[in-house]
């Protein structure tokens, strides 16, 4: 009889061809989908040539998307001969799916590229993470890797999704197969209703400041719990995103409707299917928390770990606040802010990046309630203009860092407060910057105040975020 295994084991198990798998067992396993993007892409395709010859074709060019997200916005022609370098393969290859910079000169020279005028008006998607979800490349029971750290991300919709170095890349390219050691399994229990001045990445920061940023190192976290059900689907992202911020192999969640709903709308193939953790399954351990005891956290310079309440931290004077990522640029990240900033003014220069053309769009066309607004009705996009926030173009801008000319980048020692997933030192650009994590919520009230500020100031009822992100 089969052994009661996790979800990620029960992955795991399917694609190696196997009953099932205990942890530390290395099997071969077939991949579903191969992501790379412009900072990893040429060095994977680099390597890909190398081991397999020039003329090597990939194993299939309907599962590799190339997403180039990271250096776009910028005038280093390093950066755009990146860009080229996926052109050149991608036509040399026949990839079906490549969401191209379409108004990128990648010519010697070519300077800053013109942004999109239009975010529904060009191949460009924005964030890879977010791309994948809405090209429909995230399906349940799939093994989805990516040369991104945080492809983890994809956990989310019940699959195991897990980064990889250019060489693994490499050969899952040529392949379609890659040689992993199955993780065991840490459950991170949620009770109660998400409370209205919370959101995941409150929930992620206490898992990380309980456990420290090695405490997962190469395990599984399954979250679940009461309080995880009540996230709207794309939290449940920023949950699984930053799984590897405590070394975590894979983050991964229960599927239910929301997530069928979002995949049978979105999914570009038809075959997949839903794996459900086994009762009597195995952990290594089990944290449990109460959300309605939990409060409002940061995670203050220069690491995830260093977990503080909110409210602890209002004599920290803030020089900048930034909102974008793949952990808080998705359309609900933006509602959460909006809510918060509509009818006020920011005291601070507040950055914010969409982290898809299409969350770009929707702020557009969405009122802050996450519904179609109405003939005269602020977009959530004009309620960020108006309380004087700087918007760009949807990418990883500063999150990374990236070249000095990237939007929002901290070129000198400031003090930021950012919803992304990482404050080490030079992340964000300057190496004496310092970066506090936070959510939406907690960032928006920041912003408004111009230091460190618990959202409870300002939020006492639930944000309805309506249609957004649903499908």
Not at 83 to 99: C, S
Not at 252 to 269: F, G, H, Q
Not at 305 to 310: E, R
Not at 361 to 374: F, I, S, T, W, Y
Request: with cysteine.
């Amino acid at each position: 009889m089969p052994r009661k295994m996790t979800m990620t084991e029960k992955i795991i198990a399917r694609h190696a061809g196997k009953a099932d798998v205990t942890p530390g067992d290395n099997v071969w396993v077939n991949v579903d989908i191969l992501m790379t993007h412009d900072v990893c892409g040429p060095g994977t395709i680099g390597i890909f040539k190398k081991e397999f010859g020039a003329d090597a074709k990939v194993w299939d060019n309907t599962r590799i998307p190339i997403i180039p997200d990271h250096y776009i916005f910028t005038a280093d022609d390093k950066c755009h001969r990146n860009i080229q370098t996926l052109r050149d393969f991608v036509k040399e290859q026949g990839i079906k799916y490549y969401y191209d910079p379409d108004f990128l000169d990648t010519e010697q020279g070519s300077g800053f590229p013109n942004p999109y005028r239009d975010p529904t008006k060009t191949s460009y998607k924005g964030v890879c993470h977010k791309a994948l979800p809405e090209e429909g490349h995230c399906r349940p029971g799939e093994i989805l890797l990516g040369t991104d750290s945080h492809t983890c991300t994809a956990g989310a919709f019940g699959q195991f999704a897990s980064g990889v170095g250019n060489t693994d890349a490499a050969f899952v390219m040529g392949t379609g197969k890659t040689w992993l050691k199955v993780p065991p399994t840490m459950k991170f229990v949620f009770h109660g209703e998400i409370p209205p001045y919370l959101t995941a990445k409150d929930l992620i920061l206490a898992v990380i400041g309980e456990i420290g940023v090695a405490g997962a190192t190469y395990n599984a976290k399954y979250f679940t719990g009461e309080g995880v059900r009540s996230l709207t689907l794309e939290d449940r992202m920023t949950l699984t995103n930053m799984a590897i911020e405590a070394g975590g192999k894979n983050g991964i969640c229960d599927v239910d409707e929301k997530t069928l709903n979002y995949v049978r709308a979105r999914s570009n193939r038809p075959d997949w299917e839903v794996v459900v953790e086994d009762e009597g399954a195995q952990y290594l351990v089990e944290h449990e928390w109460d959300l309605n005891t939990l409060e409002p956290l940061v995670a203050k310079p220069h690491s995830p770990d260093n977990k503080d309440l909110a409210r602890n931290c209002g004599d920290v004077q803030l020089d900048r606040a930034y909102i974008g990522s793949c952990t808080g640029g998705k359309i609900t990240d933006m509602i959460f802010a909006a809510a918060l900033f509509e009818g006020q003014q920011v005291k601070i220069p507040t950055f914010v990046v969409p982290g898809s053309t299409e969350v770009h769009a929707d702020m557009q066309r969405l009122n802050v309630k996450g519904e179609p607004k109405a003939d005269g009705e602020d977009s959530i996009q004009d309620i960020f203009e108006k309380a004087g926030c700087m918007l760009s173009a949807s990418s990883c801008a500063a999150c990374l860092g990236g070249p000095k000319d990237t939007f929002g980048r901290l070129n000198e020692p400031i003090n930021c407060i950012s919803t992304t997933n990482r404050n080490f030192p030079g992340r964000m650009g300057h190496k004496s910057a310092g970066v506090y994590l936070a959510s939406p919520l907690t960032v928006a009230a920041s912003a408004l105040a111009g230091r460190i500020t618990d959202p409870r100031e300002f939020v006492s009822e639930p944000i309805v975020t309506g249609s957004a992100g649903v499908i």
